[in-house]
């Protein structure tokens, strides 16, 4: 085997961990507002939500920064050092042209992140978390 699988193995896991990290931050706010109004416990779990807040901080800071996300930096220097073909931009803008076909402005997404972001915090005095113990 020659170092190009491994190369894309790792890019192949950090294409996947960033997927589930855009699903956590997505579907934990849907989680929260479901949770909510089914009065699931869960939602209000203090971990849960301090993990969730940071993640969409993090994003938001990044977006308005104009940084882009670690986990597609790595991801593309690892297809690279295995010889594949690399994607500009960031995660988020590349699959929604591909799968979309929609192109957009960064600064229509630090919008997005930016309302996501201000969604987050809302829903952390709307359905309070436990206090940690």
Known sequence: MDSSFFYLLAADV???????????NVGGLVMIIIGYLLKWDWVCNPWFRLTHILAIIIVVIQ??????????????VLRSKAGEAVYPGTFISYWLENILYYQVSPWFFTIIYTVFGVLVVLSWFIV?????K
Do not use: A, N
């Open 128 to 132: 309070r978390p436990r206090p940690f």
């Open 14 to 24: 950090i294409l996947l961990l960033h997927i589930l990290i855009v699903i956590f």
């Open 63 to 76: 977006s308005w920064i104009g940084v882009v996300c670690p986990f597609t930096t790595l991801e593309m």
